[in-house]
């Protein structure tokens, strides 16, 4: 069971999806920060599980969409990396205020954990931050997006020089998604700091490869070995069980 709803100010209202604990309320609430573009379409149903998982063991959990992106108000050219930062802030006011709980667990995943992070800093209810694969820096992960862009137009055999250098132009940094100038720069401001500012007994990293060399000493690190290629154009669903179990015990261990 869960309920969808909108949330937030009139003008820029948030798509979220709430699961109550389906037994022994444990007064504990999960948001989970969902990654960006492409990598939202192929983790949606591996975060759905995680979190009906979560409910089933009597957790609270809220999922949600940050603006300009699928189910939220506004559009992407328009979003920014600074009105994502705030949209996690209010998701767990809201999950806070839909569940009574007063303690928080995130699941960040990618891109959406440098952006939890940034969000919640040293906030006292935040007990734990579970970071699935974290982007290292904004400047990197724009790299990797153009990595991505620029397999896009070379796997395309028919589109002229022409064409393939506007599409570069247009999509650069975006992986298949048009970014504004503000959405890039924003994007590569954001570093490592973002992690290191999170006491870091709060922080457990679990990596799908080999140990990624976490930017933070001294955090909680795990490999759960699956193949998860991030860096593709392919739309296929990641969706490896045995890790959707290591997050789920991640953020239920007392």
Sequence with gaps: MHEAFFFGPRSRQLFASYHPPAKDDRRLLTVICPPLFAEYNRTHHAL??????????GRHVLRFDYRGTEDSFGNLEDATVTGWIEDIALAIQEGREVSGCSAVRILGVRAGALLACRSVGTASEIQRLVLWDPVSDGAGYLQALRRIQEAIVE???????????????????GGGYRLSDRMVNELRALDSSAY??????????VSTSSPSAFSVA???????????NWETHEEDLIMPQPLL????ACLITS
């Design 218 to 228: 001294g955090v909680s690190e795990e490999v759960s070995q699956c193949a998860c």
């Design 245 to 248: 179990e290591r997050l789920v």
């Design 155 to 173: 796997q395309n055999i028919y589109l002229r020089r022409a064409d393939r250098l506007q599409a570069m132009h247009e999509y650069e940094y």
């Design 196 to 205: 290191s500012n999170i006491p870091s007994s709060k922080l457990h990293v």
């Design 48 to 57: 759905r599980k995680v979190a009906i998982s979560l409910a089933e063991s």
